[in-house]
């Protein structure tokens, strides 16, 4: 079994951060890492039936709140059987929990795959999600991610960006 949580607080009300949410997947995304991973793509703006994924994981949206949270569901191809999600709690006026968690059961060639190449370079691409998220709306991030020189060799031997 996967089950993979990322989180972060931000010092920004749930609204700054629910805007973000709400471009995920499209043509002016300001959260998602497409500086340097492989741009999320959705086949129309977010909503419960899009479409789409990131490089050779792909997904669509089964469950969404606007400003919120997203779940997106992988589909069979990709080799995980379960969702990720993306949500928001505001713990006060001025901080907001951001939250991805992973969970699923890898099936297939992804049972090898996952701890070795896959979930490197998932937690490094959350990360960065992570830190965009926080200079968008504060203008700086506190406490930069990096990358690990396995996630630089895994990038490399992936051919992603």
């Known amino acids: 079994m996967i089950r993979n949580v990322h989180e972060r607080v ?4 749930i609204e700054s951060l629910g805007a973000l949410l709400d471009g995920l997947g499209q043509k ?10 492989t741009p999320m793509v959705l086949d129309r ?30 589909r069979p191809r990709t080799g995980i059987i379960g969702a990720h999600e993306l949500s928001l709690d505001a713990l006060d006026d001025e ?10 059961r890898a099936r297939g060639a992804m049972r090898l795959m996952f ?7 998932h937690d490094a691409v959350v990360e960065d999600l992570l ?12 406490r930069p991610a990096s990358w ?14």
């Open 115 to 121: 701890s070795a190449v896959v979930e490197p370079l």
């Open 28 to 37: 002016d995304d300001r959260l998602w890492p497409s500086q340097s991973w």
């Open 45 to 74: 703006p977010l909503a419960v039936g899009a479409d789409g994924g990131h490089g050779v994981i792909r997904y669509y949206v089964s469950e969404y709140e606007p400003g919120r949270r997203v779940r997106f569901t992988f």
């Open 131 to 142: 830190d965009n998220a926080e200079r968008e709306v504060t203008g700086s991030v506190a």
């Open 148 to 161: 690990s020189p396995r996630v630089r060799v895994l990038r490399r031997l992936t051919g992603d960006r």
């Open 95 to 104: 901080r907001t929990r951001i939250r991805h968690v992973l969970i699923g």
């Open 10 to 13: 931000i010092n920004a009300p």
